[in-house]
């Protein structure tokens, strides 16, 4: 085992290797020790938009890249299908879809999925030949779980992110990833030997080095509505980005600051449907997230809580 860097943290996981980078690195592809991701690991990033995601897409190699909310699947997809032919497997998606895509042969085989499409994904790479570069696919083909600490968390309730944790060991080349530190409990990952890597910046961090500390201004109030209403009084801004899961706390908001003709809601195909009977009062929602669609006041559902990457010019 690799000389371990600190013994626990304050999320009692042992961390075999810590990477520190210095403010020069923008981006993931930039840290020594993590690109291409390596096998058999789960990397906790400790900083977000930093292009964990678009790393994997971006290696040479073939990959399965699972990620939790549909959301943010077509939003990934969206940003690389043209120049990367990513191909993007949720809801409406079928296997045959998945076969013809295979089938075009590109270079590099990069699917973005939720974890109910890795069942049609595995079912579509059955199908090839032994002439196909992919019939040994799960020793030639990368999987990973992105915002991996959603699954573990997840898992109690929700069955497909359990039968993801099925496939993801039969694949020789596998890793997670997350920016939220919280230990799988799974033995496998102690059976296989699985390293926990830590990747940090060596500035702005706190005195333990534990984790990256953006500064916040926490805004204390007996009422949302009161205190998002003094916030917006006393902040311009050309956009706000409000995260709230409650699509009746939003609804109330909307109505309370009397934001009608200037939001857009962001959120799941099934709250989608819940606003279409209002869509006569002027309520506006969103499945899919594009900079575009960006409003002065945007509301953000859990869908988007996880690997979203909102780009504005500041």
Do not use: W
């Amino acid at each position: 085992m690799l000389p371990i860097d600190k013994n626990t943290n304050n999320f009692n996981i042992v961390f075999h290797e810590v990477h520190e980078f210095p403010n020069t690195v923008k981006y993931f592809t930039e840290i020594k020790g993590v690109n291409p991701i390596p096998k058999d690991s789960i990397i906790y990033k400790t900083v977000t938009g930093i292009g964990a995601t678009t790393s994997e897409i971006k290696a040479k190699r073939h990959s399965i890249i699972v990620l939790p909310h549909i959301s943010i699947v077509k939003s990934k997809n969206k940003g690389h299908k043209t120049d990367d032919h990513t191909f993007a497997v949720y809801g409406e998606i079928k296997i045959k879809d998945i076969i013809n895509h295979i089938e075009k042969d590109y270079e590099y085989l990069k699917i973005l999925t939720t974890p109910k499409g890795v069942d049609k994904i595995i079912s579509a790479l059955n199908t090839v030949t032994e002439e196909s570069k992919y019939f040994d696919y799960k020793k030639n083909i990368f999987f990973l779980i992105d915002e991996c600490h959603k699954f573990i968390k997840d898992a109690q309730y929700r069955d497909d992110m359990v039968e993801v944790m099925e496939h993801f060991f039969d694949f020789e080349n596998k890793a997670m990833i997350s920016a939220t530190p919280i230990a799988p409990t799974d033995p496998r990952f102690k059976e296989k030997n699985f390293k926990n890597i830590k990747i940090t910046p060596d500035f702005e961090i706190d005195a333990n080095k534990e984790m990256y500390m953006p500064k916040i201004n926490l805004v204390h109030s007996n009422s949302i509505v009161n205190g998002l209403k003094e916030y917006i009084e006393t902040n311009d801004s050309d956009h706000y980005c409000i995260f709230f899961n409650s699509l009746d706390g939003i609804k109330e908001l909307i109505d309370q600051l009397k934001l009608t003709n200037d939001h857009r809601i962001f959120c799941s195909n099934e709250g989608v449907e819940l606003f279409k009977p209002f869509e006569d009062y002027n309520y506006k929602a969103e499945s899919q997230f594009d900079e575009l669609l960006l409003k002065k006041y945007n509301f953000f559902t859990s869908s988007f809580f996880n690997g979203l990457d909102i780009k504005l010019e500041l």
